[in-house]
């Protein structure tokens, strides 16, 4: 094969460069699958602008340096490939029991079931994500933000192509059978709902979106690092290119709330109230108050941390040991990378009370990387407080407590306030709405909620970016809406 691995083949109706045209089965396949995705997308994909013509980027290369092309797309015609980054030589495992052994280029039977487990849960993430997003285009802010919705709608779909092409290539019929029900499967569906808790929520408003990519997409990243570390090479392959699409993700929400928090601030100056807990006067300008967006930021920050799962887990202990699922950073972590007698601190329920033990590190790895995750959201809260101090706001966004708002882990049948001060159910029942987005809350949002079409136009209840997409400038027609 003398393709250059770093260049994408768009010769085929799959874009990819694994070769698709000399693997005639797996192209088979995917071609089979391709129908029923386009269905999926017009089904549930964006509503409405279907027909517009987006400025959006597409992946011509997986070389780091330079691999998108940006350009005018109907999103129908975007090309969804099967791009992985390229193949490291002589890549040896670098965790777990075959820690130092050569990485694997085909399905170890022993971890398939396992393997093929872990795929599927990723892959199910990717169009929840586009389904749960799909009526946001009718109130975006500007088209700026328009095209960074579809931006991120368009990659969740080629990541749903990465993972399927995975299933079919390395998992035959079974894989096949996967293949299908990720696009059987519906966000928020009672009968046959998403695989994962934060992947069935709505996403009602555009602060929602932004909570969203900045603190559940992260939760992707986590687990794109750690599959990315896999023993299991095409694996390790795909989420490596995955992950540099990710970062635009993030980059949506890290800047829509910081420039949401801004926006706030400006209209809170120019009106001279010095209180930001004064939320009527807040609202009066037409913006959306600090303590509201610190409950929309507890929401989706505790629904994130239920996607980590168990803080002990023998699952995760087993996925570790086998070499398929390693630590974020693994290669770069100084220690034997097999963790046989290490310990790891948990935090815990016990006694009614938080406390933190010592548990043999294989089993605490969720927790392990839950805190990796914490430390990673925390970067985003220095540059949103940054702001609100800048402009002479005595007002802080905090993480709330682990123990707060959960769903999953050891703290899933108790109550406790974001300070991590554990409450009966009563007092939960009737303080909650002080802490997640009240029906109420919801309301007002809701009301801001009007789309601004204009070209370099914003609502008045965000900030315009710094700069835009692909160094345009701020009047830049980024979506040509077409209806
Ligand atoms: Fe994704
Ligand atoms: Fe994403």
New binding site residues.
Partial sequence: MNMNIMNVDYSTKIPNNVNLSEDRQVLKALEGWHPGYIDWWNDMGPDGFQQSLVYLRTAYSVDPRGWAKFDYVKMPDYRWGILLAPQEENRKIPFGEHFGEPAWQEVPGEYRAMLRRLIVIQGDT?PA?VEQQRHLGKTAPSLYDLRNLFQ?NV??GR?LWAMVYLLQKYFGRDGREEADELLRRRSGDADSPRMLGAFNEATPDWLSFFMF?YFT?RD?KMQLHSLAQSGFDPLSRTCRFMLT??AH??FVGETGITRVVQRTCEAMKDAGITNPNDTAKVRALGVIDLPTIQKKLNLHYSLSLDLFGSEVSTNAANAFNSGIKGRYHETQIQDDHRLSSDTYPVLKFIDGEIKRVDEPALTALNMRLRDDYTQDCVKGLLRWNKVISTAGYDFKLTLPNVAFHRAIGEFKDVHATPDGILIDDATWAKRKGEWVPSTADGDFIASLMTPITEPGQFAPWISAPKVGIDNKPGDFEYVKIET
Avoid: A, F, L
């Fill in positions: 990717e994500s991120v990659e969740e990541h990519t997409d992707g699409e990710e993700h993030m």
